[in-house]
Each structure stands twice: as C-alpha cells, then as structure tokens.
C-alpha cells in the first residue's frame, strides 16, 4: 500500500490532455513539493517535474505539474504514443522522514 | 557527463546478503546525495534510503532498518548499497538516483540522474 495514492491506469488518444492525480497528506504534499517521473519498461526512471510545475531542461511544456493542498496533479496535452509509460509521484514525508512514491499509473495511449 | 554505472544482476539464495556498486563519474563525487530505490517485478517504485558522500551519514527507510547498509569509496567514487537476510520479495531492480539537494535530515526526491538498475534475483 503506498502512501501516495494514484489511479492506476490512465489513458486517452494522440491529441488529448490527460492528467494523473496524486493524492497524500499533510505529512508530505500537504508540507511540501511534488515530483513526478515518468517509468519506461527497462530504462531508469525520469524525472519529468520538480517542486511541483517546474519542468527540467528537455521537458516538453506538453507536461505541466500542479498542487493544491494534499493532492497534486499531472497533465499531459498533446498526447503522443511515446508517452505511453508508467508515471509516479514522490515526495517527502516529514513523519516518516523519507521518500515516499505513488503507486504508479500506468499511460496507455490508445 | 555525469554517469552513475551499477553492478551487474546477481542471483541469491534466501538469507544470503547482496552488495550492489553504483560507481559515479561526470560530477564532484561529495557535493550530491545518493538515494537507493527498488522496483520489485509488477510493483512501483520504493525508496530505500539515503547516503551523503561527503561524510558517509546516511538515512535509512524504517522497512529496511537493520537489513541495509549503504556506504561509499570516495577513492574509487563508488557508493555501495548491501541488504542482508535476502528473502523473494527482495527480488527487484535496485537503482541508485542522485538528488540535487538535502541538508539537515531533509531529502526531498529530486533525482536527477539514475543508475542503470541492477536485478536482484532471490531464488532457492
């Protein structure tokens, strides 16, 4: 059971926005930034949005991040098949005093 | 450019212990924390803990507590992540991940840079 709660799957057709929310509590989103990364079967994960909306150099503005008290939220507009991956959230827990993850969501481009 | 080149997969029986390398290059080897995360087969992403290269603190997730032990070779700039007492459900890649910033028992999740990922097999 992970801390941060996300669906897990998601998906939609070449063009579209889709977002992917992330769900935790005032221990960590609630006190804290959001990072999301985007999973791709056997490659490293990649980090796609830091503190919540600020997009890493070589990260298309296709992606935004956004927060609101214990829930964040990833958006993905344009929708491209080379999306298609698993996408988590992560933050820091201040009670646990570690990281914790999303359970991931899984991006099927259809 | 930074690089973070890992140990090759191993296969383990249960009970015995496992010691992966994460040897890094590109960047000044102290200034950054090195997380270890794992991914077990169908399942996401788990944070395992933290070490900082300059002094050898780490930082361990209570569910690891007393199993694992994360140190580093400033000499070879290499960071080591050993769990003992191997059962299958450590079956997993176990990946190390850069963080660009941590100060003070804070280490938010900013991982920049991974390792290649190492497959952690535990079979009888």
């Known amino acids: 059971q992970s801390v941060l709660t996300q669906p897990p799957s998601a998906s939609g057709t070449p063009g579209q926005r889709v977002a992917i929310s992330c769900s935790g509590s005032?221990?960590?989103?609630?006190?804290?930034?959001v990072y999301w990364y985007q999973h791709l079967p056997g490659t490293a994960p990649k980090l796609l949005m830091h503190?919540?909306?600020q997009r890493p150099s070589g990260v298309p503005d296709r992606f935004s991040g956004s927060k609101s008290g214990t829930s964040a939220s990833l958006a993905i507009s344009g929708l491209r098949s080379e999306d298609e991956a698993d996408y988590y959230c992560?933050?820091?827990?201040?009670?646990?005093?570690?990281?914790?993850f999303g359970g991931g969501t899984k991006l099927t481009v259809l | 450019q930074v690089q973070l080149v890992q140990s090759g997969a191993e296969v383990k029986k249960p009970g015995a212990s496992v010691k992966v390398s994460c040897k890094a290059s590109?960047?000044?080897?102290?200034?950054?924390?090195m997380h270890w995360v794992r991914q077990a087969p169908g399942q996401g992403l788990e944070w395992m803990g933290i070490?900082?290269?300059?002094?050898?603190?780490?930082n361990y997730a209570q569910k690891f507590q007393g199993r694992v032990t994360m140190a580093r070779d400033t000499s070879t700039r290499t960071l080591y992540m050993e769990l003992s007492s191997l059962t299958s459900e450590d079956t997993a890649v176990y990946y190390c991940?850069?963080?660009?910033?941590?100060?003070?028992?804070?280490?938010?999740?900013?991982?920049?840079?991974w390792g290649q990922g190492t497959l952690v097999t535990v079979s009888s």
């Open positions: 005032s221990s960590n989103i609630g006190s804290d930034y």
């Open positions: 590109g960047y000044t080897f102290t200034s950054f924390f």
């Open positions: 992560a933050a820091w827990d201040a009670g646990l005093s570690g990281v914790v």
């Open positions: 503190r919540n909306n």
């Open positions: 070490i900082n290269p300059s002094g050898g603190s780490t």
């Open positions: 991940a850069r963080a660009t910033y941590g100060s003070g028992g804070y280490y938010p999740p900013n991982f920049d840079y």
